[in-house]
């Protein structure tokens, strides 16, 4: 029994004396190896940023839902059947920003902006439904 009291004092000194030392700040940079004791850290904000920058697109609308499919069949005496098939599925709407237009009047001072049509992305069907889908397909 004096073993059980040990191990456990010891684990929470160390668990203890880990969160003492632990830095507080946010660590916001990435570090990779890129080659033999050399290293690129470059901060993870501006990566995001620089990505963004160049998907150039707007989230306009997402809808998720079910895409729902049934099949009947007629066959010999009683071999009929009839089968469904509920899929959760979403898609998003985007702008493409690269194709914004914008026009300046400057006796009137108004700014004239021409959106592109949206644009649809892809269907992603989740084949395991989340208990929220399960949850709107019982009601």
């Given at each position: 029994?004096?073993?059980w009291k040990l191990?456990?004092?010891t684990h929470l000194a160390a668990g203890f004396t880990d969160?003492?030392?632990a830095p507080r700040e946010q660590l916001e940079t990435e570090v990779k190896s890129t080659g033999f004791f050399t290293t690129d850290t470059k901060r993870i904000l501006a990566a995001a940023v620089v990505s963004l920058r160049v998907e150039n697109k707007l989230l306009i609308y997402s809808y998720k839902g079910f895409?729902?499919?049934s099949v009947e069949r007629d066959g010999f005496l009683f071999w009929n059947?009839?089968?469904?098939l509920i899929v959760p599925a979403g898609v998003s709407y985007f702008v493409d920003l690269s194709k914004l237009t914008a026009t300046f009047d400057e006796k009137?001072?108004?700014v004239t902006v021409q959106l592109p049509p949206l644009v649809m992305g892809d269907v992603a069907f989740e084949p395991c439904p989340s208990s929220e889908h399960l949850a709107q397909l019982a009601a």
């Open positions: 029994m004096h073993k191990l456990v004092a969160y003492a030392l895409a729902a499919v059947g009839r089968q469904d009137a001072q108004v």
